[in-house]
């Protein structure tokens, strides 16, 4: 077994320890119990929810470890869009961002995409628009602003929509701008062809 393999396995079992050391703490000690005013629950039924939060979080750890291949293809992939970006902006170009999901969130604190970098993310959902993204304040725009305001690049943020979003948006590509897909690898789409 590779030492990559040994630390994960090790991972896992210390979420897993972690875990059944609240549960057990939650459940079977009587001083919290009356604390929490908790009413009495039978020790087979306390077992068994134990098991079973066991066997979630088993499953759980297994799905959502990254593998090693993986983990290095995230860091990859950040450093290459990163170092993109911030030589775009380096270079004077302007970079917006399109699509606003929950996801985009986590991709952007990833990558470190702030505003600094992205200068507004727009959104065809008027429920997001003029709203900020969380944490990082990049201002969410009507889809109008993309044509007016003309940035050179459009970072796709809801990736998996990227096809259907460079289709609806080509007249951006014929005006001079460049789609920019972060995932599942980093690409600069010039034209659709």
């Known amino acids: 077994m590779s030492d990559l393999i040994r630390e994960e396995a090790a991972v896992g079992l210390h979420l897993e ?10 459940l079977l000690t009587s001083p919290l119990r009356s ?11 306390i077992l068994f929810c134990y098991f079973v939060s066991l066997s979630l979080l088993r499953l759980l750890t297994i799905i959502t470890l990254p593998t090693s291949c993986q983990a290095d293809s995230i860091a990859n992939t950040r450093v290459e869009i990163v170092a993109l970006l911030h030589g775009l ?3 004077g170009k302007t970079i917006a961002a399109y699509g606003a999901p929950a996801k985009a ?5 990833h990558f470190n995409l702030t505003s600094d970098v992205i200068k507004y993310i727009i959104d065809d959902n008027p429920l997001k628009q003029g709203l900020f993204s969380p944490g990082l304040h990049v201002p969410v725009v009507q889809c109008e ?49």
Request: glycine residues 4%.
């Open 17 to 26: 320890s972690t875990f059944l050391n609240w549960v057990s703490s939650l």
């Open 35 to 45: 604390q929490c005013h908790l009413p009495s629950i039978p020790r087979h039924l």
């Open 89 to 91: 902006r380096a270079a």
């Open 105 to 109: 969130t986590t991709l952007m604190y």
């Open 145 to 193: 602003t993309l044509y007016a305001d003309r940035p050179d690049y459009l970072l796709i943020l809801a990736w998996n929509f990227a096809p259907s979003i460079m289709k609806k948006h080509e007249k951006f590509l014929h005006g001079g701008g460049r789609f920019i897909v972060p995932l599942p690898e980093v690409r600069v789409v010039k034209d659709l062809s």
